[in-house]
């Protein structure tokens, strides 16, 4: 079983800052891609930011410039600074991590955190 733990959401205005972190725990063999999702009220989840097991890196457009991810593989942990944050990047934010666990070593599957809400107001 693999569990991953987020922390670091809350309010803050506009133009403020946060740091979301996620680790991973449980029977883990190795983790490829770990990537932070958010999901407005009524909207679909979307991607945010990406990172692959060797620092490879995607943004969505609309966090590029603003937001950095990162990770500490030796705590399996990925990380979110966000700077000059907007409203609009009001949601619920979730960590996914694409674990290979020690318990089926033949399948890679995406686990997801519980979320943590960020709000940005005006």
């Known amino acids: 079983q693999v569990q991953l733990v987020e922390s670091g959401g809350g309010l803050v205005q506009a133009g403020g800052s946060l740091r979301l972190s996620c680790a991973a725990s449980?029977?883990?063999?190795?983790?490829?891609?770990m990537g932070w999702f958010r999901q407005a009220p009524g909207k679909q989840r979307e991607s945010v930011a990406v990172?692959?097991?060797?620092?490879?890196?995607n943004y969505a457009n609309s966090v590029k410039g603003r937001f950095t991810i990162s990770r500490d593989n030796a705590k399996n942990t990925v990380y979110l600074q966000m700077n000059s944050l907007k409203p609009e990047d009001t949601a619920v934010y979730y960590c996914?991590?694409?674990?290979?666990?020690?318990?089926?070593?033949?399948?890679?599957?995406?686990?997801w955190g519980q979320g943590t809400q960020v709000t940005v107001s005006s």
């Open positions: 449980g029977s883990i063999f190795r983790i490829n891609n």
């Open positions: 990172i692959s097991s060797g620092g490879s890196i």
């Open positions: 996914n991590a694409a674990v290979i666990s020690t318990q089926a070593m033949d399948v890679l599957y995406g686990y």
